[in-house]
């Protein structure tokens, strides 16, 4: 009888260290599964995939603990990445390969980037000089001549409070709060609408300048939301800010290993697949994103956008999260809703 409690026992840790990994995602794009598909056939690890919004992931993951299964939280936006952290779901990692791919402004020391974003302006070229737009810079948007013109959404948006907290970061807390005053005012309406809706209001001349992700417009263009996004992405024209100064506003999509990861060692054979040529085509093909390695070119429409734009590669992206709470606050005294 006590063989045969050993053996059930043996059995049971070899379950317990199957060749796998718990995949936690806020991504749900179709693609992705044939990524995951890819790795499972070159590294023998199968991955176990969990979609879900992020509060309700971060949610039982905190209250799961030490028996989560969860090996990694992929999310969008490194203010999320941090709140996650400051909840304490992931653990430190030390990867020095990781290091050596990923540049240092976009990883921390619990979670990697692995796609980048910027966030933008868009004007309607018909309603529009261009000396109006030119050396455009987000701080130049707080300027009386811009009154009744930019389009944005809530200031509950993490995209937003990642905007304002890089401004903080680069311009101060004090700068930032008499800047949104007058930022604030210039809004065409009552904020509203996710990035696309902003977007739309510039296609309808009702704003101006709209603020939006650079792979809203791109997945409009691509007709996937409609012919008619299609058409009024098409009446719009984007621009890069902040050109001559720090470049333009830069955020991520990245990775953390959960800090009750079972299967560490597999998780980061994941991330470092993630970050390969291949993968990292597949996923921006599909995402509109760009890459955040060298020498991999994102889809045709990002690319027809403009590559050759100065990014903000100064300021380092963990800095969103830890000016986001004093950022929300400064938006909503601005007024923002
Ligand atoms: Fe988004």
Known sequence: M?????????????????NEINLFTTRHYESDIELYKKFEKSSGIKVNIVTGASKPLEKRILEEGDSCIGD?????????????????????????????IIPSQFRSKYWFGITKRARIIYYNPDKT????????????????????????????????????ASIIENRGAEYTKKWLKKFVNNFSRQPQGNDRAQILSVAANESKFAIANTYYYALMLSGK???????????????????KGRGTHMNISGIGI?????????????????????????????????????????????????????????????????WQKLAFKLMQEAGWN
């Open 2 to 18: 006590r063989y045969l409690f050993f053996i059930f026992i043996l059995f049971l840790n070899i379950n317990l260290h199957a």
């Open 72 to 100: 990694l939280l992929f999310l969008a936006d490194a203010g999320r990445l941090y709140s996650a952290q400051e909840k304490g779901l992931f653990k430190k990692t030390k990867s020095e390969n990781l290091e050596k």
């Open 129 to 164: 000089f261009s000396e109006e737009i030119e050396n455009l810079t987000y701080e130049s948007l707080a300027d009386e001549r811009f009154y009744n013109t930019i389009a944005i959404r809530q200031s509950n948006n993490v995209y937003n409070q990642s905007l304002i």
């Open 225 to 243: 939301k409609g012919k008619e996004q299609q058409l009024a992405a098409k009446k719009v024209m984007p621009f890069f800010p902040n050109q």
């Open 258 to 322: 959960l800090k009750y990861s079972p299967n560490k060692d597999n998780a980061i054979k994941f991330i470092e697949f993630l970050l390969t040529p291949d993968a990292q085509k597949h996923i921006v093909s599909n995402s509109y994103e760009y890459p955040i390695i060298e020498g991999v070119k994102p889809s045709k429409l990002i690319q027809e956008m403009g590559l050759n734009f100065v990014q903000d590669d100064s300021t380092k992206v963990s800095s969103y999260g830890r």
